[in-house]
């Protein structure tokens, strides 16, 4: 199937310049991560758990491609790998190299991505009109069969130790990410991951949140990005230098998460 190609204004940038990683940023610094979703209005990501909902129009779709060419990596979670089988590339037609593209980057901790040929990050990979994906597992969420596919289209295993909830902690996450080059992570979803990230401590290694929020309400039993409140917990998860921008019909959100 063939997707079109998108362009984003050059006008559009200038807002968002402040909350996007430098472009030479110093080596020893961890990744720049930047956080970023669609959701609705009541806060919503999809109408149910498993269900693809399309929420970004036109614009604000551009704009996360945009968003994409200035990070080194686009990570996600396995289920979203599994549910969206998204193409973590970017369309924009001003893309004339791979190495403008970003690395498709998927946290499976328990190896249940079960990637094919015909999965799009793979075949846009075998294309070039993607890079191959790194996925982030544990020793034995491997086989063979599956690393030799990703090593075809220029990926691989990246292995990591899960603590006793079966998760990755973001620091390791960051830390690997960093061993192997990448100075910037544009995180993309979904629920579990987002919601994982804005709890304390891991909200500390978020650098800018860029959020779209589409004007549609989704109702009850959807996927809400809603982190967990701790025992405790007194104070709130606020935003810093907030901007918001316009982008057709939606609103784009952009902060930084104010440190206590």
């Not at 990637?115 to 020793?139: H, M, N």
Request: hydrophobic fraction near 35%.
């Amino acid at each position: 199937m063939t997707r079109e190609t998108l362009s984003f204004p050059p006008t559009s940038i200038p807002p968002l310049e402040p909350y996007l990683p430098l472009t030479s940023p110093s080596p020893s610094s961890k990744p720049h991560l930047t956080l970023t979703y669609a959701t609705s209005l009541d806060a919503s990501l999809s109408l149910a758990p498993g269900v693809r909902t399309t929420l970004s129009g036109p614009h604000s779709k551009s704009m996360t491609h945009y968003l994409r060419t200035r990070h080194n990596a686009i990570l996600v979670g396995c289920t979203t790998a599994l549910v969206d089988n998204p193409a973590l590339n970017s369309r924009l037609g001003s893309i004339t190299s791979l190495d403008q593209q970003p690395r498709p980057i998927i946290l499976d901790p328990k190896g249940r991505w079960d990637f094919t040929e015909d999965s799009q990050v793979i075949r846009l990979a075998a294309e070039f009109k993607g890079k191959g994906p790194w996925v982030v597992t544990k020793r034995g969420g491997e086989t063979k069969e599956r690393g030799e596919l990703l090593e075809r289209v220029g990926g691989k295993f990246l292995f990591l130790e899960t603590g006793e909830d079966g998760r990755f902690k973001w620091g390791d996450v960051l830390s690997v990410l960093g061993e192997q080059g990448v100075r910037s992570v544009m995180v993309e979803g979904g629920g579990e991951v987002i919601n994982s990230l804005l709890i304390d401590p891991e909200n500390r290694l978020v650098d800018s949140v860029i959020i779209t929020i589409a004007p549609t309400w989704l109702g009850k039993g959807g996927v809400v990005v809603s982190p967990s409140r701790q025992q405790g917990q007194t104070s709130q998860l606020k935003l810093r230098d907030v901007s918001w921008q316009p982008h057709g019909e939606d609103v784009v959100l952009c902060g930084r998460i104010l440190r206590s």
